[in-house]
């Protein structure tokens, strides 16, 4: 097969502009490993890519690709990988897992973790590697900690509820009130409607605050205990310059320094995930799967909301 299917838009704009299309089979380089890929997942940076909301760092050379994260099969000998062995990972720096094949770099591939659907598998890469980034290393949660999850019921703070549970840490959760009860099903001990709680209303103090939101941070970041830490994994999109000027305050003044980072699974990260969801400790979250040719129906809903966990796209 010298070619494959792959989703593209040929400009930037709405979910309208992605249709599937044909470009070559990759070639991998050295170091690389190729991969028939089952499934993929949306994630919104893959939206802001396609809107045009990163042309600074996309360019305006069309068509381009959409997709990060993927579970599917090694395709052929290579790194160490087997042929047929199933595996996980993320793209560097790029997008286009949204394709039936993709060439990655061998150190952003991991063995997917024993048992699990590869579709299901494809909601976690992503989510699954920023919650263990942000709780454990950035965060360094403890059992017994209070830990507060903005946008609980999404992608990242499904994720995110879990393993904070599994951490043995109190879990107290804001996701919509339709989503509640679900984010106590995976573990929080409490969950709030974020319409209509304010900091304020909470009335307690948390040693971790996790912010998959990016709005308000100075008000959030209030509700830190002495010696707590506030993450987050997004900025307000809308209001960039304050949500900088907010994290560069609380490096000067208040409690609590607010941190930022940004993905970056490598395989040592994503072999510690694949342990997680074998042992239970976090599991996916599906809220829909759509077909490659429906990808534009997969933005739409999540740039719709209400999605609970994750939104993926099978591929074969």
């Not at 090694?74 to 897992?97: C, E, H, I, K």
């Not at 804001?174 to 319409?195: H, I, M, N, P």
């Not at 003044?253 to 997680?276: Q, V």
Request: glycine content about 12%; overall charge positive; hydrophobic content about 45%.
């Amino acid at each position: 097969m010298n070619d494959m299917r792959a989703a593209l838009f040929d400009s930037y704009g709405p979910p309208d502009v992605l249709y599937v299309g044909r470009v070559p089979v990759p070639e991998p380089r050295p170091g690389q490993v190729l991969v028939r890929v089952h499934a993929v997942s949306v994630n919104g940076g893959e939206l802001h890519g396609r809107a045009g909301r990163l042309r600074l760092v996309t360019g305006r050379r069309f068509p381009q690709r959409t997709g990060i994260d993927f579970a599917g099969e090694v395709a052929a000998d290579a790194a160490g990988f087997r042929t047929g062995a199933p595996v996980w990972g993320a793209l560097s720096r790029t997008f286009g897992a949204a394709a039936e094949f993709v060439a990655v770099d061998a150190d952003r591939l991991a063995p997917a973790p024993a048992g699990t659907d590869l579709i299901e598998a494809a909601a976690l890469p992503a989510v699954g590697t920023t919650a263990i980034t942000a709780l454990r290393d950035k965060a360094r949660l403890r059992p017994g900690e209070r830990l507060l999850v903005r946008g609980a019921g999404g992608g990242a703070g499904s994720a995110v509820v879990q393993l904070g549970h599994s951490m043995g840490a109190h879990v107290t959760a804001l996701a919509s009130a339709k989503t509640c009860e679900f984010v106590r099903g995976l573990g929080a001990d409490e969950a709030f409607d974020y319409a209509t709680t304010r900091p304020a209303d909470l009335g307690r103090r948390f040693d971790v605050v996790l912010d998959t939101v990016g709005t308000d941070l100075p008000a959030w970041r209030g509700l830190l205990a002495p010696g707590g830490r506030m993450v987050g994994i997004t900025f307000d999109t809308r209001h960039v310059l304050t949500s900088l000027a907010s994290v560069a305050a609380s490096a000067v003044h208040g409690r609590g320094r607010i941190r930022f980072f940004s993905g970056n699974p490598r395989r040592e990260l994503l072999a510690d995930l694949a342990r997680r969801t074998t042992s239970g400790a976090i599991r996916p979250v599906v809220h829909e799967v759509f077909p490659l040719e429906r990808i534009a129906d997969a933005h739409r809903a999540l740039e719709t909301g209400g999605v609970r966990g994750k939104i993926v796209v099978a591929v074969r």
